[in-house]
C-alpha cells in the first residue's frame, strides 16, 4: 500500500491548474486506488475533464459525515519556484509542490486513512462520504455546486463534514495550538462598473469614468473596516487568553494581533470584514477618455454581516457606481460548542498530548459554502502539525509550497483515530 506522502506527491504530479485541462487525470488516479481497495467510486464531469469523485462507506451508524477535498490547484511560474511545481518531489522531509498544502495533502490523508482501515479490515463508526472536488479555486460552479444540485442523492443522510483550512498546529510556548473551523467570511466578489462620456484625452474632462472609478476604489481601499466580534472569533480569543495566560484587549486587537504573532493570524482577518480590489480594466488609447471604466473587488463579509457589508460598499462606492455579483456566497457557521467539535478535539489530543484545540473563523472560504446549501454542517479539520518555522498561512497560494511528511503521516493517524470504529 502506498504511503500518505507517496499519493500526496502522485497527486501534485497531475497538473490541475484551474484555470487549465481539467482535474480528470487526478481524479481517475483517486478512483483507481478507491475501487482496488473495495470503494466503488462514482464519477462524474460537470463539463469535459472536469471530474468529481465521490464514494461512501457503510460504517457502524447512517449518520454519515462527508469528508471532502479539491483536486485543482491554483497556478505556479515554475520560474519562481525551488523546483518544478508539478515534481512532487520529497527533498529535506517535505512534499514540495503546488497544491502540497491547497489541498492534495489533505486529500492523501483522507485515502491513506481510508486505504489502511480497509486493508486493516476496519469499519467506519459512521457512514462515510468522501468527495473529491473539482473547481473549488473558482466558483465550484463545476465541482461542489454542480454536485450538490445535479448530484444531491451521493449526500443522503450527510449531517457534518470536514475539509480544509483546520486541524493544523501553531507553536506557542510549551504548546500546540490547533484552530478548528467552525465557520467562514462570506464571499462577495463583485465586478464595478463606471459610466461616462468619451472623448478626446486633451480635453477637460466632462466626466472621466476612470477618474470616476479610481476615487471609489481609493476609497473602498482604505476604509477601515470597524471590529465586528462573532461568537466563534470571541471564543477563540477567550482561548488564546487562557492558553497564553496574558488577557488580550479587546479594544486594541490589531496590535494584540500583531503581539501574540502567529496565534494572533488566527483572528487578525477575522475580527472585521474585507473589501480589496483586485482587477482594472478602462481605456484602449492614451488620448481617449473611454465611456466605461471597469473593476473587480473581492469582498469578505463575517458570520450574520453581509446586510452591514454591502450597504457600506454603496456608500463607498457612491451613486455614480453599479455593482454587479461575480460570486456571492452566505458564511456559513456550525454548532459550537458541540458534540462533534469535541470529537474533533479529542483525536487530535490523543495523539498529541500538547494540542490545545481552538475554535476558529476562516478568513476565505472553502467548498463547504456549497455543502451547507444543502444544511450539511462544515468544519475545517485537515489535522497537521507542523514544524514551528514552517509558514503555513504562506503556503496557500505561495511559492515552494511545500508539506512535511511527518505532519501528513500524523494527520492520517488523527483521522484515523476520528474516522475508524
Same mark, same amino acid.
Given at each position: ?20 485541462? &481539467? $482535474? #480528470? !487525470?487526478?481524479?481517475?488516479? /483517486?478512483?483507481?486506488? =478507491? @475501487? +482496488? ?83 486493516? &479490515? $476496519? #469499519? !467506519?463508526?459512521?457512514?462515510? /462520504?468522501?468527495?473529491? =472536488? @473539482? +473547481? ?286
Amino acid at each position: 500500500m502506498k504511503s500518505v506522502a507517496e499519493i500526496c506527491s502522485d497527486l501534485i504530479r497531475f497538473d490541475t491548474t484551474n484555470p487549465g485541462d &481539467g $482535474e #480528470r !487525470p487526478a481524479a481517475e488516479y /483517486v478512483a483507481t486506488l =478507491l @475501487a +482496488d481497495a473495495g470503494v466503488e467510486p462514482v464519477v462524474f464531469e460537470s463539463a469535459p475533464k472536469r471530474t468529481t469523485v465521490v464514494a461512501r462507506i457503510d460504517g457502524d451508524s447512517s449518520d454519515a459525515l462527508l469528508v471532502h477535498g479539491h483536486l485543482d490547484v491554483v497556478p505556479a511560474d515554475p520560474a519562481e519556484w525551488r523546483m518544478h511545481p508539478f515534481s512532487g518531489e520529497i527533498v529535506d522531509g517535505c512534499v514540495y509542490g503546488r497544491g502540497a498544502v491547497d489541498m492534495k495533502g489533505s486529500c492523501a490523508m483522507t485515502l491513506a486513512t481510508v486505504l489502511g482501515m480497509r486493508a486493516r &479490515g $476496519e #469499519r !467506519p463508526r459512521r457512514d462515510l /462520504v468522501l468527495a473529491f =472536488l @473539482a +473547481d473549488e479555486e473558482a466558483t465550484g460552479d463545476y465541482g461542489s455546486r454542480h454536485a450538490v444540485s445535479e448530484h444531491r442523492e451521493l449526500f443522503d443522510g450527510v449531517s457534518e463534514a470536514i475539509s480544509e483550512s483546520g486541524g493544523f498546529s501553531v507553536a506557542s510556548g510549551g504548546h500546540r495550538v490547533y484552530p478548528i473551523a467552525v465557520g467562514e467570511r462570506g464571499t462577495a466578489w463583485m465586478k464595478l462598473t463606471a459610466h461616462g462620456v468619451a472623448g478626446h484625452g486633451s480635453r477637460p474632462p466632462v466626466d472621466n469614468p476612470v477618474a470616476t472609478l479610481a476615487h471609489a476604489l481609493s476609497r473602498v481601499a482604505s476604509y477601515q473596516w470597524p471590529v465586528r466580534l462573532t461568537p466563534s472569533v470571541a471564543a477563540l480569543i477567550r482561548s488564546l487568553s487562557e492558553i497564553t495566560g496574558q488577557p488580550v484587549d479587546l479594544d486594541r486587537l490589531d496590535a494584540e494581533a500583531a503581539r501574540l504573532g502567529p496565534l494572533g493570524g488566527l483572528f487578525e482577518g477575522q475580527i472585521r470584514n474585507s473589501a480589496n480590489p483586485t482587477m482594472l480594466d478602462a481605456g484602449y488609447k492614451v488620448n481617449v477618455v473611454p465611456s466605461t471604466a471597469e473593476a473587480h473587488v473581492d469582498g469578505r463579509y463575517l458570520p450574520g454581516l453581509q446586510e452591514e457589508f454591502l450597504s457600506t460598499i454603496d456608500e463607498l462606492l457612491g451613486p455614480k457606481i453599479t455593482r454587479e455579483f461575480v460570486n456571492l456566497e452566505d458564511a456559513p457557521d456550525a454548532p459550537y460548542p458541540s458534540p462533534f467539535f469535541d470529537e474533533l478535539a479529542g483525536s487530535l489530543v490523543a495523539e498529541d498530548p500538547l494540542a490545545r484545540p481552538v475554535p476558529y473563523v476562516m478568513a476565505g472560504g472553502t467548498d463547504a459554502k456549497s455543502f451547507a446549501r444543502i444544511g450539511i454542517k462544515g468544519y475545517g479539520f485537515a489535522p497537521l502539525m507542523l514544524r514551528p518555522d514552517l509558514d503555513y498561512f504562506g503556503m496557500f497560494h505561495g511559492k515552494d509550497e511545500r508539506v512535511p511528511v511527518e505532519g501528513l503521516e500524523f494527520g492520517t493517524r488523527v483521522l484515523t483515530r476520528l474516522l475508524a470504529a
